[in-house]
């Protein structure tokens, strides 16, 4: 039996917060290039990156 889509929605934004988590952690002892990377990672994952950006201190 499948889930119901409620279900679906709260696994997604479970997931999307252990991944954005990790990219935050990755951001912040990178530099470089590599951050760039994390940001374009960010931008794809979530459409309130700019919220993100913010609360890591990006200045973009």
């Known amino acids: 039996m499948g889930r119901s889509e409620r279900a679906k929605e709260i696994r ?3 997931q999307r917060k252990i991944k954005l988590q990790k990219l935050e952690d990755k951001f912040k002892k990178s530099s470089g290039d590599t951050k760039n ?3 374009d990672k960010v931008r794809a994952l ?3 990156y700019e919220t993100v950006y ?3 201190g990006v200045n973009k």
């Open 12 to 14: 997604r934004r479970r």
């Open 37 to 39: 990377n994390v940001m």
């Open 46 to 48: 979530t459409p309130g």
């Open 54 to 56: 913010e609360n890591w």
